[in-house]
């Protein structure tokens, strides 16, 4: 890896906005800016801009909240983070945003230093209005900051077809030949499979018995709520193992609690680890699952899906927004079909629940298949989704709106 220090003084400067940088990473977003600033290095020089504490990586700065907004709204927090990150961006050729947490950051940063804002969309606020659970009259404010950046940005960047769509959707004002599609990456020679179990022992993980595997955070949108009602009727022998942690809100939090207790207490067989585990832990687990779970009711792209396939795993996920575009039906994978209101619930969900208990039985009691299904996700990753092609679309496009200014 090359660090800003090291490009040539011509190179491009281009400056990534994001709340979540490692090591403080707990979602797709963060694992997206880790590997395309790591890759954007060999072409450009590269600043990264984030929220939290100090980072000692070179061309890193960190924000911390302002101290005169402590015990505000989280939404108006962030906003005071994001105008402390736009003065920071003086000097830069292009501000790159990723999630309405830096949004704001971006559109001022553009205004105040007459530079093109590029937007990644990883997610969108109209898509999620249980995040006014979260936020509460901050929810207006999130929305707020994502639609005024989109409808100004030199170029939006949707992680997927499906994203695409829902952005053309939400802001019909956005000229469709400004949203482009590039999908998120993988790297996999870090997500491989590891077939040492270390680590499943340590944390109480049985390394021979068929496992059923979630790994995300405890929000309405990962959909982890399902997934237990679904492991009801699973094998008795199936181990369900929960990499899952830091809830939305208290609400969704007591839900799991209470559902992943019910299961406890009537059937066993469950491991839920609250804590982030370490990437090398993570593929560990990853790799002896016999099925990965995205019972996801809202998902943009899943990178997750794609560290699971990287590692051999085969995915059951919900067919909606872009994971179609990861998970290949019958071959890496199997993808639930379910109608979907307006903010992502199953219009069914018994027969929801039901489709992914039959779904994720299908491939527990035949792991053979579901062998095949992960050596094939693995390819898929290989081919179709490396960063080194994912950094030269985004280097296009970064090349296109400075050609515009």
Same mark, same amino acid.
């Given at each position: 890896?090359?660090?800003?220090?090291? /490009?040539?003084?011509? *190179?491009?400067?281009?400056?990534?906005?994001?709340?979540?940088?490692?090591?403080?990473?707990?979602? $797709?977003?963060?694992?997206?800016?880790?590997?395309?600033?790591?890759?954007?290095?060999?072409?450009?020089? @590269?600043?990264?801009?984030?929220?939290?504490?100090?980072?000692?990586?070179?061309?890193?700065?960190?924000?911390?909240?302002?101290?005169?907004? %402590?015990?505000?709204?989280? !939404?108006?927090?962030?906003?005071?983070?994001? +105008? #402390?990150? #736009?003065?920071?961006?003086?000097?830069?050729?292009?501000?790159? %945003?990723?999630? &309405?947490? =830096?949004?704001?950051?971006?559109?001022? =940063?553009?205004?105040?230093?007459?530079?093109?804002?590029?937007?990644?969309?990883?997610?969108?606020?109209?898509?999620?209005?249980?995040?006014?659970?979260?936020? $509460?009259?901050?929810?207006?404010?999130?929305? &707020?900051?994502?639609?005024?950046?989109?409808?100004?940005?030199?170029?939006?960047?949707?992680?997927?077809?499906?994203?695409?769509?829902?952005?053309?959707?939400?802001?019909?004002?956005?000229?469709?030949?400004?949203?482009?599609?590039?999908?998120?990456?993988?790297?996999?020679?870090?997500?491989?499979?590891?077939?040492?179990?270390? @680590?499943?022992?340590?944390? $109480?993980?049985?390394?021979?018995?068929? /496992?059923?595997?979630?790994?995300?955070?405890? %929000?309405?949108?990962?959909? +982890?709520?399902?997934?237990?009602? *679904?492991?009801?009727?699973?094998?008795?022998?199936?181990?369900?193992?929960?990499? =899952?942690?830091?809830?939305?809100?208290?609400?969704?939090? *007591?839900?799991?609690?209470?559902?992943?207790?019910?299961?406890?207490?009537?059937?066993?067989?469950?491991? &839920?680890?609250?804590?982030?585990?370490?990437?090398?832990?993570?593929?560990?687990?990853?790799?002896?699952?016999?099925?990965?779970?995205?019972?996801?009711?809202?998902?943009?792209?899943?990178?997750?899906?794609?560290?699971?396939?990287?590692?051999?795993?085969?995915?059951?996920?919900?067919?909606?927004?872009?994971?179609?575009?990861?998970?290949?039906?019958?071959?890496?994978?199997?993808?639930?079909?379910?109608?979907? *209101?307006?903010?992502?619930?199953? +219009?069914?969900?018994?027969?929801?629940? =039901?489709?992914?208990?039959?779904?994720?039985?299908?491939?527990?009691?035949?792991?053979?298949?579901?062998?095949? +299904?992960?050596? #094939?996700?693995?390819?898929?990753?290989?081919?179709?989704?490396? &960063?080194? !092609?994912?950094?030269?679309?985004?280097?296009?496009?970064?090349?296109?709106?400075?050609?515009?200014?």
């Amino acid at each position: 890896m090359t660090d800003s220090s090291s /490009t040539a003084s011509s *190179a491009l400067r281009v400056d990534l906005l994001t709340r979540e940088y490692p090591p403080e990473v707990y979602g $797709g977003a963060g694992v997206h800016v880790e590997y395309l600033a790591r890759e954007l290095r060999y072409h450009a020089d @590269v600043r990264v801009h984030c929220f939290g504490a100090p980072r000692t990586e070179p061309g890193v700065t960190a924000y911390a909240e302002p101290a005169d907004l %402590t015990g505000a709204n989280a !939404a108006l927090r962030t906003m005071g983070v994001d +105008l #402390a990150m #736009a003065a920071g961006c003086a000097g830069s050729d292009v501000v790159h %945003t990723h999630t &309405w947490y =830096a949004n704001l950051a971006g559109h001022v =940063a553009k205004l105040l230093h007459g530079v093109p804002h590029v937007v990644t969309t990883h997610s969108l606020e109209p898509l999620r209005p249980w995040k006014a659970e979260q936020l $509460g009259g901050g929810y207006a404010l999130s929305s &707020w900051c994502e639609r005024t950046a989109i409808e100004s940005a030199d170029a939006v960047i949707a992680v997927s077809a499906g994203m695409r769509r829902d952005v053309l959707t939400a802001y019909p004002s956005v000229d469709p030949a400004r949203v482009h599609v590039v999908h998120n990456g993988i790297d996999t020679t870090q997500y491989a499979p590891d077939p040492n179990t270390d @680590v499943l022992r340590r944390r $109480g993980i049985d390394p021979d018995a068929p /496992t059923v595997l979630f790994l995300g955070r405890i %929000t309405r949108q990962k959909g +982890l709520p399902y997934l237990l009602r *679904a492991a009801r009727s699973l094998p008795a022998d199936v181990q369900l193992v929960l990499l =899952a942690g830091a809830p939305d809100t208290p609400e969704i939090g *007591a839900e799991v609690q209470a559902l992943a207790e019910e299961l406890h207490a009537t059937r066993g067989n469950v491991v &839920w680890i609250q804590e982030m585990l370490p990437k090398h832990e993570a593929i560990q687990v990853l790799t002896h699952a016999t099925v990965f779970v995205c019972p996801s009711i809202y998902e943009p792209m899943g990178i997750v899906n794609l560290e699971a396939m990287a590692c051999e795993t085969a995915v059951v996920a919900t067919a909606t927004g872009g994971i179609p575009e990861v998970v290949a039906d019958g071959e890496t994978g199997l993808l639930i079909s379910t109608e979907q *209101a307006a903010d992502g619930t199953p +219009l069914d969900p018994e027969r929801f629940v =039901a489709d992914l208990a039959a779904a994720i039985t299908e491939l527990v009691t035949d792991p053979q298949r579901a062998a095949e +299904l992960g050596r #094939a996700g693995r390819r898929r990753a290989i081919e179709h989704f490396s &960063w080194t !092609a994912i950094t030269e679309q985004t280097m296009q496009i970064y090349r296109s709106v400075r050609s515009v200014m």
